[in-house]
């Protein structure tokens, strides 16, 4: 089994597969007579396809302990999917290149405290993964007509530690 070292999330590590949704040096500026700040323009929402449109939903997560076997990663070739955290509590981001045949070897990044993410449309990606206590996300994704959902399972799993 191959071994797959975690990273920290990092705007930069994650560019070529979405944003990070972070406070930290965002575009802000203030609005309601100076008592709220705006941090604005945090993620592209992708939507495409027949009757398309972007929804939000909630999630409940239960955690996953450390190591982990990753089996199978997933994408979405009709829209981005953004996930906020409810709390402070990391969770895992596990994410893959496309090759010819496939996707190839996943990356696997931690959050910190604050950071959320948005894959982008048909980037493929490991499921939500909490760490560390019951999580709570917010999730804006698309809706629609079409079928926004593919799934790859590798020959031989990753360990993710």
Known sequence: MRT???????REAFAPFGEVIETDGAHSFPINS???TRYHDLARIETT???????ISLLNGEPYELPLELRMVERHPLGSQAFIPLSDNPFL?????ETEAGPGEPLAFRTA????VNIGRNVWHGI???LEGQSGF?????GGEGVNLEEHFYNEPFLIR
């Open 138 to 142: 917010a999730v804006v994704d698309r």
């Open 113 to 116: 405290p604050g950071q959320g």
């Open 34 to 36: 100076g008592k709220c």
């Open 49 to 55: 396809g027949e009757q398309a449109r972007p929804m």
């Open 4 to 10: 797959i070292e975690i990273r920290p999330l990092s």
């Open 128 to 130: 939500l993964t909490p």
């Open 93 to 97: 981001v596990v994410v893959a290149e």
